[in-house]
């Protein structure tokens, strides 16, 4: 009797793992969220070439010969892959540059987005010191990308097949286009990563008493070396900065839990979107901001993005 | 098949979600135990990483300040040549692009240690300054002052900001070969001292 109790919850727990991870998912959202997140990459990384020397030469931040000795024991990887010649560094930019651009346009498959994490890694690895959140979480959307069959949406390469086969067969197409096993599971891999990147660095804050206090966007506002303009006037409307901490503290929080309600998810994507374009605004974190927006796309399905257009 | 594909998924996506849930918090006893292989796969892909944006508490606005030095043959001391420096640059000195100010800061702050002072910021220091014998540097840190504060005193976020100097320390701009002779000593020391402790264990 007792087995067979067992028996039955666990099949129930398996055809709800089955269900989540497996089920097949629309590849709308997430192919917007290639082509702008695609995008994005490609302008951070070639405002950044503009400073391939003092970042990435060898007569620049960190020679070659202090990478590894640079990284804490910790974070050092199984191997190293990194350009320790300066020409290297160029044609891996390059290179890195031309593959995203084809990536945004949806002219490359899955495949070429494991190549391209590989460059975007191989960058990081050549000056551990200038990563920073958005380089962390592009490097996980590409790894997550590459399992996904992404460009079948927002892409040169559907554009190109509607011109071959014709507008009505391609519309029967998309609509009963959904993913394959590995799609969804790189659809999800992404949702549960916002979640768990959320609810680490809510948990974290927790640990200050700025953040306790109400003040600690005050203190971020004040450093004069994150803003980018003078925000001095918000000393006259305090409330804003203990709604704008705690707001920021409660968001983060409670991500990982109210984003799965349906009802609530739409107006939790948009508080997250509001949070992080000020985040931009008062910070200048204009990439990281647009990088983490963008993900939000991975949660919109077939449905809501119907809606969205009208 | 397709059951055998979905438990080999299934397995990696578990390791995964243990590599990506256990790994942002190292010091846990979870990490600790399971550490080496874990770890290993987190940091080859890129997934070990502690999300602390902000947190626990702002950091403070920091920098250096520094002066070029000059050897002097006749007495075992350095004299400044030059009024203060400040790295990371201040906006309009070599800096233009915001991106380029974020990218720098963040790698300042990343290299504030005692060990990647003398390693990585004070080598890059003399590059930059190429010629210079020597660096003295002084930390700066500038915290900003209570919203009740300064609503009392008025102003901007110029007055507000409370500047503290740490004390100054001189380095010298050694070869680069030089340089990493010091380090390979330290390396050995440090060697050396862990198998002392393992013996005394």
Known sequence: ?310 | MRPVIKGLISAFICLHLIAVVLLPNPKSIAVRSFGSWISAYGSTLGVNTPWMFFSPSPAFGQYLAYELLEGSEDEDRTESIEGSHFWPPRRGQIISSLNRQRLLYHSFLTSLSPQRIRDFLVPWLCRLHEGTEGISLHKMSKSVISIEKAQIMGGSFENWREVREGPASDWPCLSSELREDSQKQDQDHSDRSKTTEDMER
Not at chain 1, 5 to 26: I, T, V, Y
Not at chain 1, 49 to 58: C, M, Q
Not at chain 1, 95 to 107: I, M, N, R
């Open chain 1, 1 to 310: 009797m007792r087995l067979k109790g067992l028996r039955k919850l666990f099949e129930k727990g398996l055809r709800l793992w089955e269900g989540f991870w497996f089920a097949p998912q629309s590849l709308e959202g997430i192919s917007l969220f290639r082509l702008v997140f695609c995008s994005l990459l490609f302008f951070q990384y070639s405002i950044r070439a503009i400073d391939t020397k003092i970042l990435f030469f060898d007569k620049g931040l960190m020679p070659a010969s202090q990478v590894i000795n640079f990284m804490p024991e910790f974070y050092r990887p199984l191997f190293y892959w990194f350009p320790r010649e300066d020409w290297a560094v160029v044609l891996i930019t390059i290179c890195f540059l031309v593959l995203l651009l084809g990536l945004a346009l949806g002219l490359f498959s899955r495949c070429v987005m494991w190549l391209v994490w590989i460059l975007h890694w191989s960058l990081l690895q050549r000056n551990y010191s200038i990563i920073y959140g958005a380089d962390l979480i592009s490097g996980f959307w590409l790894l997550y990308l590459s399992l996904i069959d992404s460009h079948r949406h927002f892409s040169l390469w559907s554009w190109w097949k509607k011109r071959i086969k014709g507008v009505r067969e391609k519309e029967k197409e998309c609509l009963s286009s959904s993913s394959d096993l590995l799609s969804s599971v790189g659809i999800r891999l992404i949702q549960v990563q916002l979640c768990i990147t959320y609810a680490y660095t809510g948990w974290e804050k927790l640990k200050g008493s700025d953040w306790w206090e109400g003040t600690a966007v005050w203190q971020i506002l004040g450093n004069p070396f994150l803003a980018p303009v003078d925000f001095s006037f918000f000393s006259h409307i305090p409330l804003a900065i203990v709604v704008a901490t705690w707001g920021t503290l409660i968001f983060e929080v409670y991500f990982c839990v109210l984003v799965w309600i349906k009802k609530i998810r739409p107006y939790w994507l948009l508080l997250g979107t509001i949070m992080h374009l000020s985040i931009a605004l008062t910070t200048g974190l204009y990439f990281f901001s647009g990088i983490m927006i963008a993900a939000y796309l991975a949660f919109l399905n077939k449905v809501s993005l119907r809606a969205t257009q009208g």
